[in-house]
Nanobody
Framework: QVQLVESGGGLVQAGGSLRLSCSPSGPIYRIKNMGWYRQNPGKQRELVATIDSGGNTNYADSVKGRFTISRDNAKNTVYLQMNRLEPQDTAVYYC???????????????WGQGTQVSVSS
């Protein structure tokens, strides 16, 4: 069973930077849209940024100008560069991808297990 695996979370001071990465745990056939979402306890999961297979991006207003999403199609990897982090950015960050696990499979959404990002003031 393919999973998405995130890495790069951690604790950082306000104003600092972190880079998140996300890749499938094994071979896949193809991946389409990829994105990052975040969630705090008791709150809904919210979109942070998405990127399609053509490189078109979309950002939440709260992160525009500070975060950059990118992807390496050869590695099926999506990145989230987070600069000028603020305490309000503290959350568990989840990777999402629409992928076909095999040639015979249809596209379906996959989620990672999440990685904690904590920003201290």
């Amino acid at each position: 069973q393919v999973q998405l695996v995130e890495s790069g979370g951690g604790l950082v001071q306000a104003g600092g930077s972190l880079r998140l990465s996300c890749s499938p745990s094994g071979p896949i056939y193809r991946i389409k849209n990829m994105g990052w979402y975040r969630q705090n306890p008791g709150k809904q999961r919210e979109l942070v940024a998405t990127i399609d297979s053509g490189g078109n991006t979309n950002y939440a207003d709260s992160v525009k100008g500070r975060f950059t999403i990118s992807r390496d199609n050869a590695k099926n990897t999506v990145y989230l560069q987070m600069n000028r982090l603020e305490p309000q950015d503290t959350a568990v960050y989840y990777c999402n991808g629409d992928l076909r696990a095999s040639f015979a499979a249809a596209y379906k959404p996959y989620w990672g297990q999440g990685t904690q990002v904590s920003v201290s003031s």
